[in-house]
């Protein structure tokens, strides 16, 4: 599939709940309200979903959320999805996690033929892992991520640099990550949804971080893709890679190749914008898939150049309303 920019759309992000077991302050409010169950679509929906989307040429499926992992009988979805690696039609089956519930189901994902999987950790220290995302607890993630490397996951870590939270933590937890043989990737905070404080206090230009790092650190440009938005540097000292996502000071977007499913079934072309196209109609209205594999076209030719994000004092307003709870990031 392409896009009117002449873009090859190969990966599809799919959120497969919008609930999650965390809040954390920069993602969610504490009183979230989530979607009725009623209006989710079903596990085997998704894998309907997905599959018209690997028929359409997608090599590549992330499974993320709100929390992937807490959606009940999840693993049946991704058993399922497995069967697209066995045979050849896909290339990765991948998923984004917070790790809390990860020591239950390192082992299962090996088996559905999962090889890499992100997750996010923000902060090192038990108080402020407790702070930041206000009902999870540092053990279990830590232990999940444990068991996830013994059970032969290949993992690399998301970090939200934070100011003032844990932007004094960041050189530490690249060493933890580097030593254990996972890259770390820094995110900074991006204007989506109504949070209880104000994101302006949140946001942490990745320049300056990159820049303070590299008073210590030899921080060389390497050409690594993973298909996504971080660009990477290999750090001389560690071994490791470091990538940084910078959608507020670094427009990534001209090599843009993904869309992103909700669990209700709504595509949006881009994370950025708020056009989106409803494929759960299409899905429901036949047991064919003529009719969803002609929305999915119809949708991709509506992707749109770009985001244009911008946090400032100015700009009170998230630029998107959602929160990435329902687009997975
Ligand atoms: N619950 C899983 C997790 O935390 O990894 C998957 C979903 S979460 C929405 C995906 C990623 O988005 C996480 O790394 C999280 O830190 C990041 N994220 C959430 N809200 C964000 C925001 N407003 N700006 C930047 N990153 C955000
Ligand atoms: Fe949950 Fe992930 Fe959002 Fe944190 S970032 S509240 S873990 S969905």
Known sequence: MLDPFGRKISYLRVSVTDRCDFRCVYCMTEDMTFLPKKDLLSLEELDRMCSAFVAKGVRKLRLTGGEPLVRRDVMKLVRGLGRHLRSGALDELTLTTNG??????????????????????DTLDAAKF?????????????????????????IKINTVALRGINEDEIETLMIWAHERDMDLTLIETMPMGEIDGDRTDQYLPLSVVRARLAKHYSLDEIDYRTGGPARYVRVAETGGKLGFITPLTHNFCESCNRVRLTCTGTLYMCLGQDDAADLR??????????????????AISRKPKGHDFIIDRRHQKPAVARHMSMTGG
């Open 100 to 121: 809390s519930q990860l020591a239950r189901f390192a082992g299962e994902l090996v088996d559905a033929g999962i090889k890499r999987i992100n997750v996010s950790v």
């Open 130 to 154: 407790g702070t930041i995302t206000r009902w999870g607890k540092l053990d279990q993630v830590l232990g999940g991520i444990e068991a996830a490397r013994e059970a032969g996951l290949k």
């Open 281 to 298: 109609v299409p899905l429901r209205a036949s047991a064919d898939d003529g009719l969803l594999h002609s929305a999915i076209e119809e």
